[in-house]
């Protein structure tokens, strides 16, 4: 099997062409081993680019834990350089379907190929019955932490000056935000796996730290669903521009420092959508033998 490694800021995934080769017959499994970084590849997950009847190309994104995920902003843009770069679609705007529907692109060429990429990823889901959360209230913004069974107060909320309050929003896939004044000390390791998996969280969910510098512009480290620690995360990014919003922390516009690079954010008052830029790299290519 032809796979291609690519990256969004360092959120690494193996690509699979499905316009030229059939669908792996086992995805799941596939994801797991693929993504192994000492006996694989080595990924956050598998995507696969397939036909659609509904836009130019549709992604199917799976977890390195092989749970099939509704979207991925890092991967999207690497999704839209793929299908640039190697001619399957050679337009500036590409429609790309996805667990969430169907999104609009707009490339940045340099040289004939993608360097950056902008995603419309529409509205942010904000009602709790759908992110979803059993937590109590139409929208989830600077609850107390204290209401998460099992959650209670630890040193490191005092070593990492820690807010101890969450918003949450969905943009197709789950998020949860806190804000801290050192993200650096916070130890994502354990506690990012505790809120995944509490029960507050039916289809567990994606955990997001974050350290404000001003209005326009915060550093934020990722624990993601399935996966764990990664470099950055798209769908978190534009989560946290939600949640900076709505808790009344930061403006619509605003630049977003992760492990692996920044993006760019705007939450349009125009249209209620949320818009992400940043690059895409292709890696290396392979054949995995399957």
Known sequence: MHFTKMHGIGNDYVYVDCFTH????????????????????????????????KADGRMRMFNADGSESEMCGNGIRCVAKF?????????????????????????????GKVERVQVNMGEPILAAS?????????????????????????????DCGLDPRLTC???????????CRDVAKVPLESI??????????????NVHFVQIHSPGEVTMRTWERGSGITQACG?????????????????????????????QLEWSEKDNHVYMTGPAVEVFNGEWPE
């Open 235 to 263: 769908t978190g990014a534009c989560g946290v521009a939600v949640a900076g919003v709505l808790s009344g922390r930061t403006q619509r516009k605003v630049l977003a420092h992760l492990p692996g690079g920044d993006l």
């Open 83 to 111: 299908m640039y770069d190697h001619g399957l679609v050679r337009k500036p705007t590409l429609t790309i379907e996805t667990g969430r529907g169907v999104l609009s692109l707009n490339v940045e060429t340099q040289g």
């Open 22 to 53: 059939p669908v792996p017959h086992d995805p799941t499994g596939l994801s797991r081993a693929i993504s192994d970084r000492h006996f694989g590849v080595g990924s956050d997950g598998l995507i696969l680019i397939c036909p659609s009847d």
């Open 192 to 205: 990012g796996a505790v809120l995944e998996n509490h029960a507050a969280f039916p289809r567990r969910i």
């Open 130 to 158: 759908k992110i979803p959360t059993t937590l109590v209230g139409d929208r989830v913004v600077d609850v107390p932490l204290k209401r998460l069974d099992g959650v209670g107060e630890q040193p490191w909320f005092t």
């Open 169 to 179: 929003v969905s943009m197709g896939n789950p998020h949860t935000v806190l804000y």
